[in-house]
Nanobody, 125 residues
Framework: VQLQASGGGLVQAGGSLRLSCAAS????????MGWFRQAPGKEREFVAA????????YYADSVKGRFTISRDNAKNTMYLQMNSLKPEDTAVYYCAAGSGVILMTIRTSRAYDYWGQGTKVTVSS
């Protein structure tokens, strides 16, 4: 499956952005999906994930209550609504797709088979 992330940009602290991840090539509805981010000089970290049917969602503690992950299987698209953004949210955000993802690994990058190219989010203070 091919993934295309979009929606990044420059926003002031306290603002909002919505990221999108468009999928093509294979049945989108079969895959668990995730968002990860990588800040300059840091390792890639988990942000949020959603099961194939959208029934369960998972968040990093650092974004819980501020970010919302969702998906529209009819549109082959996943979203990340980011509210109350903070400067520490500045990073390149990557979307990922995985099949057969289990709960134990859903927050780890190794659980995902396909990755998008990333979209940059910059939050100014």
């Amino acid at each position: 499956v091919q993934l295309q992330a979009s929606g990044g940009g420059l926003v002031q602290a306290g603002g909002s952005l919505r990221l999108s991840c468009a999928a093509s090539g294979r049945p989108f509805s079969r895959y668990s999906m995730g968002w990860f981010r990588q800040a300059p000089g840091k390792e890639r970290e988990f942000v949020a994930a959603i099961r194939a049917n959208g029934g369960s969602t998972y968040y990093a503690d650092s974004v819980k209550g501020r970010f919302t992950i969702s998906r529209d299987n009819a549109k082959n698209t996943m979203y990340l609504q980011m509210n109350s953004l903070k400067p520490e949210d500045t990073a390149v955000y990557y979307c990922a797709a995985g099949s057969g993802v289990i709960l134990m690994t859903i927050r780890t990058s190794r659980a995902y088979d396909y990755w998008g190219q990333g979209t940059k989010v910059t939050v100014s203070s």
